[in-house]
């Protein structure tokens, strides 16, 4: 199964452009790299993904470089409310032959400052 | 449209005792899943289910049992809680891969579990 590694927590400020990086060496050919917001007493909800190069949605941008070891979430412009924990999962979707191979590991913590 | 709900929010109960909690979608979502998260951990899958009829087991399945009777209802089963399984717990669902554009599970609120 594919362990990522994400930091523990990180500190921003209002308006500046923030970068959580993910690595995942030991990613699989099938495997896709997704990232999760997760709010204080809600649910996770899903930002962004991507398989290779670069991914952009209206929330966020996910670069992944061409050896697929590390993933880098951008968040531009972060505000009070982006406030919350991000998740980092690589894995195939369920389930051809084995239980679900998505990880949620422990997630950064990132505080957003006025 | 309600997305994913779950009842009950909050459960207290005692070492022993059952309860069975439920997640209802109604996005037409082919998998559902239940996960578990203890405090200042990820979210760990405890059983999940590809389609109507089907469940099979997660990372965490001990002490715990689901049924997927309906395509809209995954019901998660405590047959005899123990303190271990305080936790908070969530449902999710998700379009099949073989239609599914990106792989995006949506969550519901969670349900507070605490078992004395």
């Known amino acids: 199964l594919a362990k990522t590694t994400q930091p523990i927590s990180m500190d921003s400020y209002e308006g500046q452009e923030v970068n959580i990086t993910c690595s995942h060496n030991?990613?699989?050919?099938?495997?896709?790299i997704t990232w999760y917001q997760q709010f204080p007493s809600q649910g996770p909800r899903f930002i962004i993904q991507?398989?290779?190069t670069k991914v952009t949605n209206e929330v966020a941008s996910l670069f992944i470089p061409a050896d697929r070891k590390s993933s880098t979430l951008s968040l531009p412009r972060v505000s009070l409310s982006d406030t919350a924990v991000y998740y980092c999962?690589?894995?195939?979707?369920?389930?051809?032959?084995?239980?679900?191979?998505?990880?949620f590991g422990a997630g950064t913590r990132l505080a957003v400052h006025p | 449209n309600a997305g994913v709900t779950q009842t009950p929010k909050f459960r207290v109960l005692k070492t022993g005792q059952s309860m069975t909690l439920l997640c209802a979608q109604d996005?037409?979502?082919?998998?559902m899943y239940w996960y578990r998260q203890d405090p200042g951990m990820g979210l760990r899958l405890i059983h999940y289910?590809?389609?109507?009829?089907?469940?099979a087991k997660g990372e965490v399945p001990d002490g715990y049992n689901v049924s997927r009777l309906k395509k809209q209802n995954f019901l998660l089963g405590l047959e005899s809680a123990a303190p271990s399984q305080t936790s908070v717990y969530f449902c999710?669902?998700?379009?099949?891969?073989?239609?599914?554009?990106?792989?995006?599970?949506?969550f519901g609120p969670g349900t507070r579990l605490t078992v004395t």
């Open positions: 999710a669902s998700s379009y099949s891969p073989r239609v599914a554009v990106t792989y995006e599970q949506y």
């Open positions: 030991n990613i699989a050919t099938n495997d896709y």
């Open positions: 991507g398989y290779k």
């Open positions: 999962l690589v894995g195939d979707l369920p389930f051809s032959g084995g239980y679900n191979k998505l990880i």
């Open positions: 996005m037409n979502h082919e998998y």
């Open positions: 289910s590809v389609g109507e009829g089907t469940t």
